[in-house]
């Protein structure tokens, strides 16, 4: 697992303004804010994070489309995991135990779930949503 050197616990946020996604690390008695990822095309909507692989997950929006990507917290291997049929993904949740992401998208107005390695996309509810958005996962519960 690959993470950032004395960064053990941290916030993550994504700043629509600024169209980036940020950390700010809980490790030190100062808190000051770190940009992870920064778009010039798209914009970070919703992030989480997989202490399994050390990766953060995050969906955002662009010009026409959506998509959802990770990558590192040391901003390396940055890869898209769903692009095509993703318009306005707005939430999403890592299921750590069961390896799979599961978002919200308010533009196909639908809830859907993928493996975290971007196989075995998935709808789950496609009908009566008018714009889905954030989504939490009861990992206990099941």
Not at 42 to 62: H, K, N
Request: aromatic fraction near 12%; charge should be neutral.
């Amino acid at each position: 697992m690959i993470q950032i050197a004395g960064v053990t616990k941290f916030i993550l946020f994504a700043d629509a303004e600024d169209n980036s996604a940020n950390y700010i690390s809980l490790d030190v008695n100062y808190y000051v804010s770190q940009t992870l990822f920064k778009g010039k095309i798209f914009q970070p909507t919703a992030l989480d994070f997989d202490p399994v692989e050390g990766r953060v997950y995050f969906s955002w929006t662009g010009i026409g489309n959506g998509g959802i990507s990770s990558a590192f917290l040391n901003r390396t291997s940055l890869k898209t995991l769903f692009f095509c049929n993703v318009q306005i993904p707005e939430g999403l949740a890592i299921d750590h135990g069961g390896r799979n992401i599961y978002w919200t998208d308010s533009g196909t107005k639908r809830i859907e779930v993928g493996r975290l390695d971007g196989t075995s996309r998935r709808v789950l509810i496609k009908d009566g949503l008018e714009q889905p958005r954030a989504i939490v996962l009861a990992a206990k519960i099941g």
